[in-house]
């Protein structure tokens, strides 16, 4: 699966700096297949989700000065994009995200 480069320099949104912050910080941790089949529990979503892998990605995150402006949302919607990245692919991503820019 190509997850790119994760310069996410097709948008122009705030959030880039964490979306590239946590694809930073899954390609370290080796977690793009784990996250691929992960499903965040229903009542959870990746906010209040929790294990191991979960904690190996905050953890690297926080070696980035970015990654303490995190709200619950922002967190979410960082992950969840990784989610789709890891599911789908970047290129898919970008093109749907600028399908519907």
């Known amino acids: 699966m190509d997850i790119g480069n ?6 122009n949104d705030p959030i880039v700096p964490y979306l ?5 910080a ?4 080796e977690l793009w297949d784990w996250l691929r089949t992960y499903e965040p529990p229903s009542d959870k979503g990746f906010t209040f989700s929790t294990g191991p892998e979960r904690k ?3 953890e690297k995150m926080r070696e980035q000065a ?8 922002s ?7 990784m989610y789709c990245i890891a ?3 970047y290129e898919k991503y970008k ?3 600028l399908r519907n820019e």
């Open 6 to 11: 994760g310069s996410f320099d097709y948008m």
């Open 20 to 24: 590239v912050n946590a694809h930073w």
């Open 26 to 29: 899954v390609t370290e941790c």
């Open 56 to 58: 190996r990605i905050d």
């Open 66 to 73: 970015i990654s303490g402006g995190h709200s619950g949302l």
């Open 75 to 81: 967190y979410g919607y960082t992950m969840r994009v």
């Open 87 to 89: 599911k789908e692919g």
């Open 95 to 97: 093109e749907n995200y």
